[in-house]
């Protein structure tokens, strides 16, 4: 069973978990590297691989763990976090502790193996954002949790292990001190001016307009002020909204199309980048207020963390948002791709089944 325990000093919790066991030469090897060409359990045909899906959109109604399905959820063969069992809060000595329960899911995209998120239709990323919400919903039924994390890997440079499109969540039984912190920080800020800082931002960036990248009637997609690394993105709701599951439908279709946009725009400008992106939404025991509002932040991995960084908590970022944001406003792409795969037959990259 994984453990979670907290640094004493500045309140961050560390999942410790053993399961996902490396021995301590196997950190030694070089670069990560996702394997194309190698068996693919996340493919159709393949379901028996995974853990039985939790959720899964099938619109002929095929049956839960078959193929036809056009997204599927399945909790991590390997989790950081396991489901079944108790938190066991206790104190070893001065050191707080609790067991490792959560969940760790993994949001299969598409059957298609070899396409990204970016080239999928609206609907189909829609979907995605759709899966995102249910099983938020879903989740904080549980009492443990606290918090879910929606992120993604892409690339293996991000953390990718996998080929083949997915994204992920954890669900957790603390308040990671990220999250704090933007709650406290946007608290503070809204009893100083009474009004939400994310609202202001919004206000800001229409106005200013050079870091905006683009803009539709619901969102608005820029390159933040104090952006940590270069071409950090962050797609941001027009409308105060404390919490990403009170979307409404229209305003999910309109997600769906900025972000895949600002996907495209990376994509074609900087040559498919690594990236990850995090869902920010309130955690469950203060989801709808007037000082926090749900934003995703996206992060390509163009620069390393260093000494500096981690000693500092500070970032050194080469790439002033206003240049990254203009270059990806005259980002050019063809919206070839989304269409047409839809129909293309479903490539599955496992050798031993063609
Ligand atoms: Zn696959
Ligand atoms: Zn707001």
Known sequence: MPEVRKDPVI??????????????????????SVVEGEFCPLCPGNEDKTPPEVYAIRP?????????????????????????????????GMYDKMNGIGAHEVIIETPCHGISLSQLTVKEFENVLWAF??????????????YVLIFKNHG?????????????????????????????????YYQYKERCVYCDIVHQELEDKDRLVVE???????????????????????????????????EFTSLASIFKDILNRLYSSLEDPPYNFTLHTS????????YYHWHFEIIPKLSKIAGFEIGSGFYINPTPPEDAAA???????????????????LKNNNPSKS
């Not at 270059?327 to 037959?345: C, D, M, N, P």
Request: charged fraction near 30%; include cysteine; aromatic fraction near 8%.
């Open 283 to 290: 955690p469950f025991n203060e989801t709808i207020n007037d």
């Open 60 to 92: 002929n109604g095929s049956e839960p763990n078959t193929s036809g399905w056009t997204l599927r959820v399945v909790p991590n063969k390997f989790p950081a976090l396991v489901i079944e069992g108790s938190l066991n809060k206790r104190g070893e």
């Open 156 to 188: 293996a440079e991000a953390g990718a292990s996998l080929a083949h499109s997915h994204s992920q969540l954890i669900a957790l039984p603390i308040l990671p001190k990220r999250v704090m912190e933007e709650m406290e920080g946007a608290k503070k």
């Open 327 to 345: 270059f990806l406003r005259g980002a050019k792409y063809e919206i070839t791709a989304s269409e047409e795969i839809t129909g293309v037959q």
């Open 216 to 250: 539709n009637a619901d969102f608005i997609g820029i390159a933040p002020f104090a952006s940590r690394s270069p071409f950090e993105l962050w797609i941001i709701p027009k409308k105060h909204n404390s919490c990403f599951i009170e979307t409404s439908p229209e």
């Open 133 to 146: 919400r249910e099983r938020i919903i879903d989740l904080r039924k549980d009492k443990r949790f606290r």
């Open 11 to 32: 309140g961050r919790w560390v999942i410790i978990s053993s399961e996902r066991g490396k021995r301590p030469t196997s950190f030694r090897t070089s670069e990560p």
